[in-house]
């Protein structure tokens, strides 16, 4: 048995030839595949009975099982998927008025252990395969139907930019008009701030967005948050983000999840104000974090979220503040899949 997905359409084309079958047929078995996400040949009701079989003979669609689902009271749902070798990984779905936001994961695990974040608690395990992401999409599509799936984000377990080649493969399929159709400026990736991954991505002529996760503005803090910055220092970090904008003239988000006593005061925000003040093409998007009890992580009071941004604003940073959402259903990054394996 093959993915069906890892053909492309001539491949496809070419198979159902073999099988005596019109070649036709392979742009409607994309169609329900990428558009209506079928994840059943027996659905294809405009495909030959013959045909239907043929398939089933030979290919499956969707490699994940569906381990686990949650609903917020907000409408964010979270997906716990299994992969065949029995690995975890979460994806979410996220409505908000007229966009309907999927959250997928690029890696099982991550290496890079944010004291804040739960994805790097036990550690990194692997890359997921393009194929893997583009069956987290599909999930996540049927999940939000009848709505479309308007938006992308990189923002589930793992560094999408240390998993380049399948990440940008998967990029490639979400945008392609034969594929989910979603496009480049909708699609983000979000980053750790992966140096060699941000140069790379500045010269493949994307739309796509990028989102850096700051969380702090000085050495010493953000190193002791996010390891990532003992490599890839704040100093390196936005000379490379000032290089991407100024060749890909596109904007920089820069997220900041705010932590109560850790990185949320007037100081902290003047230092991101120093950081990024007079750079048009920066964004900060503060977001309160999720409260993780096993890292000693919670939000700070709304107050304190509302000095930070006005520090900001005043400073002429270009600033805005996300809800937090999925609270109620461990939404955060890995928190799903840490709570599963605590049981
Ligand atoms: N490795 C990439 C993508 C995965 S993390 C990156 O670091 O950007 C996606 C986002 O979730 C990041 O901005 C990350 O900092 C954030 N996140 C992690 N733990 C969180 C928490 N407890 N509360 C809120 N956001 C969190």
Redesign the pocket.
């Known amino acids: 048995m093959k993915d069906i997905k890892e053909l492309t359409l001539k491949g496809l084309e070419e198979k159902l030839k073999s099988f005596g079958a019109q070649a036709y047929h392979a742009r409607q078995i994309f169609s329900w595949i990428y558009k209506k996400a079928a994840l059943d040949f027996g659905q294809m009701s405009d495909l030959p009975a013959g045909v239907r079989v043929k398939l089933k003979e030979n290919f499956y669609i969707n490699g994940l099982r569906i381990i686990k689902r949650l609903e917020s009271s907000d409408g964010t749902r979270k997906l716990l998927l299994a992969l065949k070798d029995a690995n975890l990984i979460e994806a979410v779905i996220i409505p908000v008025k007229e966009r309907v936001t999927g959250c997928v994961s690029?890696q099982v695990g991550?290496k890079?252990a944010?004291s804040?974040?739960?994805?790097g608690l036990s550690g990194f395990k692997r890359n997921l395969t393009c194929s893997e992401i583009i069956d987290e999409v599909l999930y996540l599509k049927k999940e939000s139907l009848p709505r479309a799936l308007t938006h992308l984000v990189?923002?589930?377990?793992?560094?999408?930019l240390d998993n380049y080649a399948q990440v940008l493969a998967a990029v490639k399929i979400i945008n392609s008009p034969l594929g989910f159709n979603i496009g480049a400026r909708r699609i983000t990736l979000?980053?750790?701030?992966v140096i060699p991954g941000i140069q790379r991505l500045s010269g493949e002529g994307l739309q796509v967005e990028l989102?850096?996760?700051l969380?702090a503005a000085d050495d010493a803090l953000r190193s002791k948050l996010?390891p990532v910055n003992k490599k890839y220092p704040l100093k390196d970090l936005i000379k490379t983000c000032k290089d991407y904008s100024a060749r890909t003239n596109r904007q920089v988000t820069f997220?900041y999840?705010l932590?109560k006593g850790v990185n949320s005061s007037l100081e902290n925000a003047r230092d991101l104000s120093r950081l990024l003040s007079g750079w048009k093409l920066a964004k900060v998007n503060l977001?309160?974090?999720?409260?993780?009890s096993e890292?000693k992580?919670e939000p700070p009071p709304r107050s304190d979220i509302l000095l930070f941004k006005g520090c900001l604003v005043k400073h002429g940073v270009n600033t805005t503040l996300r809800r937090?959402r999925g609270e109620d259903i461990n939404a955060?990054?890995?928190?799903l899949r840490l709570s599963y394996a605590k049981q």
């Open positions: 690029a991550c890079w944010c804040f974040c739960a994805s990189f923002m589930g377990t793992g560094e999408p979000s980053t750790s701030g989102s850096v996760s969380h996010m997220e999840i932590i977001i309160p974090s999720n409260s993780i890292l992580v937090e955060a990054c890995g928190q």
